[in-house]
Each structure stands twice: as C-alpha cells, then as structure tokens.
C-alpha cells in the first residue's frame, strides 16, 4: 500500500482545514486508518484512527470534538477534517495504515505517507 497525504498549509487560529490521504492498491478496505503527528522536537503522536467500515472512531483527547476521521472505500481515501485549530496543533501530519486493526502505537503500521505540514498562525 502507497500512501499520499495532502491537504496541509498556513491557517489562522481557530480556521479549518480538510486534510486527505489517498492510498494505491484494492485492498484498501482491509486496513485500519491513522493520522499521526509530529511537532519539531517531540515524537510522532496519535491523532485519530477509523476502522475498516468506518466505525467507530478513535481521537486523541486534544482534539476529541475538532476533528474528524472519515474514510471512502471506494476512492481508497482517509481524510482528516480539522476544525477550530490552535497553534498547538502545528506539526507535520502522517497518514498510516494498519492490517485490519487500529492501533494509538505508531510503531504498530505497517504503511506511512510522506507528510503534509500543517501550521496554525496566532
């Protein structure tokens, strides 16, 4: 599984931004999605993750209530509905795909995009 992550860039405090990750190969719906983070200087940390139909859905509690994880099978797509954004939300965000199960442990997936920044402006 190839995965690319898009979507990030320059928002103000409290502004929104969709980021999406697509991902290569038919056997998408076979793997549990998960968005990762990493600010300068600190490990990479979860985000949120979505199981293989959609459901349920698991968030960090930083940003339990902003975001969102939303998956479409059938465009192999993951996204990642960012709103009310703060300045400690910068950091650059990964996308990462697991066989069949979540995990909060980035170590646990098997398969990461490149990365897309995200900075929030105060």
């Known amino acids: 599984v190839q995965l690319q992550a898009y979507g990030g860039g320059l928002v103000e405090v409290g502004g929104s931004l969709r980021l999406s990750c697509a991902a290569s190969?038919?056997?998408?719906?076979?793997?549990?999605m998960g968005w990762f983070r990493q600010a300068p200087g600190k490990e990479r940390e979860f985000v949120a993750a979505?199981?293989?139909?959609?459901?349920?859905?698991y968030y960090a509690d930083s940003v339990k209530g902003r975001f969102t994880i939303s998956r479409d099978n059938a465009k192999n797509t993951v996204y990642l509905q960012m709103n009310s954004l703060k300045p400690e939300d910068t950091a650059v965000y990964y996308c990462a795909a697991r066989r069949y199960s979540i995990d909060y442990d980035p170590l646990r997936y098997d398969y990461w995009g490149q990365g897309t920044q995200v900075t929030v402006s105060s």
């Open positions: 190969g038919r056997t998408f719906s076979t793997y549990a």
């Open positions: 979505i199981k293989l139909s959609g459901s349920p859905t």
